[in-house]
């Protein structure tokens, strides 16, 4: 079996618990802020789609450690030194912190929190890795399938990546994500199963070829899936498939190109199944797909109904891997509330718990973003970042079921690309890039704690 | 929760299950045989490393549908057509075939097959895309991991990526083929537990900024942690946090890099622990890290003792897929055996099960690859593919704990290894390549099998 039980506390780097454990044997009782952002914008990418909440809610309602696992980590040399109590700790173990988060589908930019945690420093510590490890995968195929699907301009895609998503829970959690950014579904049957997303898919070239006569593979389909066959027909000849199929006189759903010069074919195909009178089948175009050539394809006017996109949506295979960390931005100890950053020379970063302040124009489209401190107020833009729980257990409005969560989400998203400037909807890199910038009050605070800290280390 | 249950039926492409119903309604009785392998290695691969046999045997064992599961396919509007024994197929699938596979921890090389499936037609399809999933995430991280362990010369890699990894399944998964391909161990303190691999860390930066003062949050942790603190030292600046350490009197196990000019960072470092007599304070370095700059740093003489490697090892950041394909090649029916391949102009195939063939030189290197047919015969060469299931059972020789079966694996490959010309293990792409060709057994069964086709199909 897979070792997947999203609920382990081992789901970690040791760190976290070696840090963890000296902060329980040094009795440092303090109550922590952590943020999860993003610094950079990874390759290609004029924005970052927030997706994967549910997961890491479901995570902290329900991460523990098991008899098994705590004698595990006792038995480690590392742990030699530390004292029971700890170990007592870790078996009572749950996460009782509150949490706010974007919403999913949200659009967002680097430096703006995903996601913030104000837990007892331990409790914050721990879920580190895990929440970084799913809200990144999902952001990520997210993000690319953002752009994917706007190349589409509106044709239906379908992810198509299981085989090359990186896992299986990878698969059907890239599912989830680009269903979020707006694919028309999936193939994956599980995600189809799990979270009510539509699922897609016919026929694979091995049906073609364990049939020794392409005719009689076309025919037997056709008998068992009368009106939902799409049949594949780059096996051998795509011309001569499309022949086969007419001569059966019975209309398949429509005709799936996998290889070879799909855009060529596409215009032949069109034009041989019109003659017949067949302009309603479909023709479904697949095989290492990714926003660039379905762009390039529908600029040369190919007729093209829908796209299977695989290894490079399920992997962000441009990008696959995004810049998110997880920082402490505050801590608050013997009540005493001390915003901290790290001030070494190439990775900065901003003290105190933040707000997302989202301005528009006129017209309604996004304008500009404003990170400031979470108790400043601009009356005229929207806070990004919700409650979604309060000590350990969801918020209200964050307990729906796992289909509606995700319409919602992708509702979100659909809506804030109609809200998006042109030029971060382009595949080229935005110029100008989406204005965000911190509130006076950010940066004042931040050069305060810079003054103190310079002070402190003079 | 995470939705993983490894032996859901349902993790698999919609298209496996409508050509299922397909065979099961048009009672195609054939017993089929599909290998899994990689058509080109992918960019800034010399050569592969098999890994993921394990999690894969693991759901070949337990693959079934669900009630619930069989009812959301009913449901289902393509299945609008199937006949009632299809479902009823589904309650009681279970995958009975035969499995041939390499042993994990083997290189190979593209066209060589990794895995080959016969059985029913219908049960060897099913599994195709979870088996390639499965195969392709560890076979993708450990062929990246086998060219970081290279680059480090000897020195100790620590897998540091699950944050990045493409969930939390991944991170377990890629610390598995990391440790596989010569890493050290992993921060994932899971795939310690539930696969004994080495677990390594100590502190993050987090840690440093929580306690107002630096030298307080080091001395903090050496209280706790006597002998085994790596000490982090570039939060605010390394050269101050190396002294406050010295200062502390209290010698660390080592200290950590993770930022900023690491080259000259080290040099400096080394010299000053040096200078208190503290030369066996080990640098350990770490922080977007690869292979090339590993390699790099070692070039130009870095005191590095150990390396911890993250994003781009967990994420094969470089190449984070591989063309891995599951191929019918033959069809067995009404006892006749026919091989099966693909003659479309991009992609072709060779029928018929095969075998892989490896030739060593006098002084016992790897000299070459020829792919024949199960049934050829070089006496001189090692066989690669070696039953590993039988009628759906694991055989005796692959029933082993999960802890030996990782440790063999390593053991495999740390041999092979050094049995590989020197061209390919460097990082630079290898010139000549590694020598695979077909048998002339194979190629004749291939025109012979591309004759009849074109027979067939003029």
Redesign the interface.
Known sequence: ????K???G??????????A???V??R?D?R?T?ELFVRQLPRNRNYLVAAGLE?AL?LLE?IHFTEE?VS??RA???F???QPEFFDYLSRFRFAGDVWALPEGTVFFPGEPVLRVTAP?VEA?LV???L???I??QT?IASKAARVTTAAAGRPVIE?G?????????????ARAAFIAGCAGT?????????GIP?????????V??????ADAFS??L??????STLLV????VR?AIDKIIATGRKPHGVRLD??DVLGDSVWVRRRLDEVGWSDVEIFVSGDLDENRIQEFLRKGAPMNAFGVG?ALS???DA???G?I???VE?EMDREV?G????????ESYPGRKQIFRFRNGQGMYAGDVIGLEDENFPSADRLLLPVMRKGWRVEAARQDRATTLLNARARFLAARTSLPDQLLSLALAKPTYPVSPSARLRASADEARRS?LG??A
């Open positions: 079996m897979l070792p997947s999203l609920s382990s081992l789901l970690t780097d040791l760190y976290e618990l070696t840090m454990a000296g902060y044997q040094s440092f303090a922590a952590f997961q479901d329900s696992e595990y980590l480690l040399p590392v030699r030194h530390v420093i510590q580190e890795t895990s970084l490890s799913i990144h995968l990520l198509f299981s085989r090359r998503a990186h896992g299986v829970d990878a698969s059907v959690l890239a193939s994956n049957t599980y995600a189809g199963y799990h979270f699922v897609y898919g016919t026929q694979a070239h091995s049906w070829m364990a049939h020794e006569d392409e037997s389909f008998d068992v899936f009368p009106e939902q780059d096996t051998y000849d001569a290889s070879g290894t992997t962000s295979a696959p891997s995004i998110a997880y920082k402490l801590v001390r901290t950053a790290k001030f070494s020379t190439d990775k800290f402190a280390h």
